[in-house]
């Protein structure tokens, strides 16, 4: 079945420093992939997406770029606010032939992220 | 705007009482979801429907039911046959299932004591 791997957290990061969350996904076929944001007590909001191989998804300064011959969707910014403390948490989705993954979003676990001023 | 609500943000009941939690989508989305996040997890898909009057189990459908005769709506019932219903419960929606994304709404926190 999909399944999607997310680096362990929490990660602690100093304001403006470089951010790497690793996530890493098993699917057949091709799946779409996806960043959401959770802010502390609220639902989660779409950060980024990508579509197909090669295809890089951005917003907000975040960057994540669908690698095929990998299986990975890292998510990156360049220099990190104390506002963009979070739960990050990639998911993916596909259409199952069957019907039987049809529009399910298979998460990772979530990554917390704290930046400190 | 639009948007997704959920209602009531916290709810409190006593073990054996079922207990409904509300959905509401004005995006005139097809596709609605129910999920269950736990602390350090992520989350789970409870039951999803894709048009009115049709829905599907999740992968953790046991003691929830749901119903879906409106478009915009889509309430959750956690039964008293549910043995862990202390959770988090986020609905969302897209507009269709695939690889349509997904919107969330702010969630209810279910404490069951």
């Known amino acids: 079945g999909n399944s999607v791997t997310q680096m362990e957290g929490p990660v602690t990061l100093s304001e403006e420093a470089f951010l790497t969350i690793n996530c890493t996904y098993t699917?057949?076929?091709?799946?779409?992939l996806f960043w959401y944001v959770q802010y502390p007590g609220e639902g989660l909001q779409l950060l980024l997406k990508?579509?197909?191989?090669?295809d890089k998804g951005s917003n907000k300064g975040f960057e994540a770029t669908y690698r095929k011959e990998t299986t990975s969707f890292h998510l990156e910014k360049g220099s990190v606010q104390v506002s963009d403390s979070a739960v990050y948490f990639c998911?993916?989705?596909?259409?199952?032939?069957?019907?039987?993954?049809?529009?399910?979003?298979?998460f990772g676990q979530g990554t917390i992220l704290t930046v400190h001023p | 705007d639009g948007g997704i609500t959920q209602s009531p943000k916290y709810l409190f009941r006593k073990e054996g009482q079922n207990v409904t939690l509300s959905c509401e989508q004005n995006?005139?989305?097809?596709?609605m979801y129910w999920y269950r996040q736990d602390p350090g997890q992520g989350l789970r898909l409870i039951y999803y429907?894709?048009?009115?009057?049709?829905?599907q189990k999740g992968d953790i459908a046991e003691g929830y039911s749901v119903s879906r005769e409106k478009k915009e709506s889509f309430p959750l019932t956690v039964t008293s046959a549910q043995k862990n219903p202390t959770a988090f419960y986020l609905c969302?929606?897209?507009?269709?299932?695939?690889?349509?994304?997904?919107?969330f709404g702010p969630g209810t926190r279910l404490t069951v004591t």
């Open positions: 995006l005139n989305h097809d596709a």
């Open positions: 969302a929606s897209s507009r269709g299932t695939g690889y349509y994304e997904q919107y």
């Open positions: 429907s894709q048009i009115v009057n049709d829905f």
């Open positions: 998911a993916l989705t596909r259409s199952g032939a069957g019907g039987t993954s049809y529009g399910k979003l298979t």
């Open positions: 990508a579509t197909k191989a090669d």
């Open positions: 699917a057949t076929g091709y799946p779409s």
